[in-house]
């Protein structure tokens, strides 16, 4: 069922991020671009999947600032537009945003940041709200599924109060749990957009969209602001439950919010506790919160992953001299933890040591069973690649020639599945992990270092998504300054760690619609770099030819690693082989092998049979990709090439 199938006052239940999508498309919206990243792809992917019928143009762009501004481009036009990423990427799309802001906006745009407090899936938990206050820049963040859907409307509606971006944040407990929604009706979209430029410089509506001159335009975006404040100071979306003056209030905001009222309802605390839930975080309603704080002895700010409401707080209440002395509580006194995601019982244990509560959620003799079984129960699930993975015969050819050669080569990592890379699947390979295109930025500097008596041989990784996104100016720079050093792409022909969405270097957008795809090799060899091609489960090649590229290339050399992802759709189902292991030839824990295959390689398509003391293939799992049949030290493991039907 798409999102536009809800009958209009039904309620459904949503994904966090349907409702968003589904409220972008209640608003009108008719611009969408985005760069994916988890906890934010299905926003895109839900509006993608109904552009046709519902008139709108989505777009999973090269990269976040290009997201950006694209969506800035319909704004301009007259066109309600929405732009969507991952924390990470607020950072990218940053210098594009500082402009805009200052610029303005014309129709409604909002900018939806899905935050990953835990980093659950992302290399760090950085967050979005401090660039609303940086870039001076109205935040509001819901707090449960059926604010996913209103305050994204209301946020486009803001947005042409005040000619300026709105920013939205989700986090992953939102964006990626469900509840029940109400939906609205859905428009009927058929403006028709026009760009105008012929105004004035000072005339936002018809002008030329520039920041110039900057010292107005400064001062405009900061009127704007205290507008919003005053809009925040009555705004439905903050909602206070609790006693009139309780001993101890706790303001919160997003998914937190949830966390604090189901720790008040198990302490059964809701004559003693207040709960301040705010939705609009930037700018902080300040005569509201005030109201709020003078009426409790005792401050909780419960909030992820920083101290934003509690910095902003109390940097206002240094002037509230009639509140009276307080008490606040929260990361700086160790209540909340500054790391990871919240959960009800964090807040619960704040709330107990606060108010000198004794709690125990369950009996003592219960939790000493949890924690032995905690580490004699089920064994620990390695993180690892899937079967049939290109990025492990990858790093194991990478790893094995390195080693090989012995000079201390290493590799400098990127973002996507192969950041895996840097653990035991990957043959612990990568040696840096920082943010997109990082990589070859990192080991183009080491390159450089030879002239400087460096010996060590740098090698860079990235996925084909991340080539496009960020690898290109760093490939520019090596090129350039003659860095000696590689590069090897693994191209598996998609963004395959988010969900296979398009990028340039495919041939459908996110609409399906056919365009064109880029060639990594031809731009590679455009800026000037040496560039060869190689299938990663071709082992025996590949070995040869990064052997030869490190030991006697010179300057920036590019390998192209081309192998699709076992789970693309493209060949998911579609095995190549059918391997089995002939346990004649099998060593087992034998003396030159010790389950080489299950140990070192750990594919997880083999499997070890304690009763029989020989490796095993599991059909179920198995890819058919025939690499762990030139591992073998046996020649156990053999394959028999599928015939088509």
Not at 48 to 53: E, L, T
Not at 489 to 495: A, E, I, L, Q, S
Request: aromatic share 6%; charged share 20%; net charge neutral.
């Amino acid at each position: 069922m798409s999102i536009l199938d809800y009958k209009d006052g039904s309620v459904n239940l949503l994904m966090g991020n349907e409702a968003i999508a589904r409220g972008a498309v209640e608003a009108g919206v008719r611009v969408a671009a985005g760069y994916p990243g988890t906890p934010s792809s299905e926003i895109i992917e839900n509006l993608a999947a109904v552009a046709g019928k519902a008139g709108l143009y989505v777009e999973w762009s090269v990269n976040e600032k290009v997201s950006l501004e694209v969506a800035a481009a319909g704004s301009f036009a007259g066109l309600r537009s929405m732009c969507v990423m991952k924390q990470n990427g607020v950072n990218v799309a940053s210098d594009f945003l500082l402009h805009l802001g200052l610029s303005g906006t014309r129709a409604g745009m909002v900018l939806v940041p899905c935050d990953d407090p835990g980093a659950i899936s992302s290399v760090n938990e950085g967050e979005s709200r401090h660039f609303a206050r940086l870039l001076e820049l109205p935040l509001i963040e819901p707090g449960n599924f059926q604010e996913a859907i209103d305050m994204i409307k209301w946020a486009f509606e803001l947005s042409e109060k005040i000619r300026n971006v709105v920013v939205v944040r989700s986090v992953t407990r939102l964006s990626h749990a469900s509840g029940n929604v109400k939906v609205g009706t859905l428009p009927k979209n058929n403006d028709t957009p026009v760009f105008k430029y012929d105004g004035n410089l000072l005339d936002a509506l018809n002008g030329p969209v520039i920041t110039a001159p900057v010292p107005f335009k400064h001062r405009q975006q900061q009127e704007k602001l205290k507008a919003v404040a005053e809009i925040f100071e009555t705004s439905e979306f903050n909602t206070y439950t609790g006693p009139e003056n309780p001993e101890l209030l706790i303001i919160t905001s997003s998914a937190c919010s949830l966390y604090s009222l189901e720790a008040v309802n198990v302490l059964e605390l809701d004559k003693r506790v207040g709960v301040l839930k705010l939705g609009t975080t930037y700018p902080l309603p300040e005569k509201l919160v005030k109201k709020h704080v003078a009426s409790a002895k005792k401050i909780l700010f419960v909030e992820e992953v920083q101290p934003f409401l509690e910095d902003l707080t109390k940097i206002a209440a240094a002037a509230w001299e009639d509140v009276g002395v307080k008490k606040y509580h929260g990361k700086y006194d160790a209540s909340i933890p500054t790391v990871n995601e919240l959960n009800p019982d964090i807040v619960i244990a704040a709330l107990t040591k606060i108010l000198g509560i004794d709690y125990r959620p369950v009996p003592e003799d219960y939790e000493k069973k949890g924690t032995i079984l905690s580490f004699t129960g089920a064994p620990n699930r390695e993180v690892t690649f899937c079967p049939g993975c290109p990025h492990r015969a990858s790093f194991w050819s990478i790893h094995n020639v390195l080693t090989l050669q012995g000079k201390g080569g290493f590799v400098c990592g990127d973002i996507g599945c192969y950041t895996i890379g840097i653990l035991g699947a990957g043959f612990n390979t990568l040696k840096t992990t920082h943010s997109m295109g990082s990589g070859l930025g990192i080991a183009s500097g080491f390159g450089k270092l030879r002239g400087l008596g460096m010996k060590q041989d740098a090698v860079a990784v990235c996925g084909d998504s991340t080539f496009f996104h960020s690898i290109i100016p760093a490939l520019v720079n090596a090129v350039h300054v003659k860095s000696d050093m590689m590069l090897i792409v693994f191209d598996n022909k998609g963004t395959a760690m988010t969900g296979f969405q398009p990028h340039p270097g495919t041939e459908t957008d996110a609409m399906g619609a056919k365009v064109n795809a880029l060639n990594i090799e031809s731009i590679c060899r455009a800026i000037g770099a040496d560039v060869h091609v190689s299938d990663p489960f071709d082992i025996t090649g590949t070995q040869d030819k990064l052997f030869d590229l490190i030991e006697n290339g010179k300057g920036p050399r590019v390998l192209i690693m081309q192998q699709s992802c076992a789970l693309s759709p493209e060949k998911k189902g579609k095995n190549k082989y059918v391997m089995n292991v002939d346990e004649s030839l099998c060593r087992g824990e034998n003396c030159g092998c010790d389950r080489f295959c299950t140990k070192i390689f750990r594919c997880p398509g083999l499997v070890w049979n304690r009763d029989k003391s020989v490796s095993m293939i599991d059909s179920v799992i198995c890819t058919g990709c025939g690499v762990c049949k030139n591992i073998c030290p046996a020649g156990a493991i053999k394959s028999e090439e599928v015939k088509a039907c």
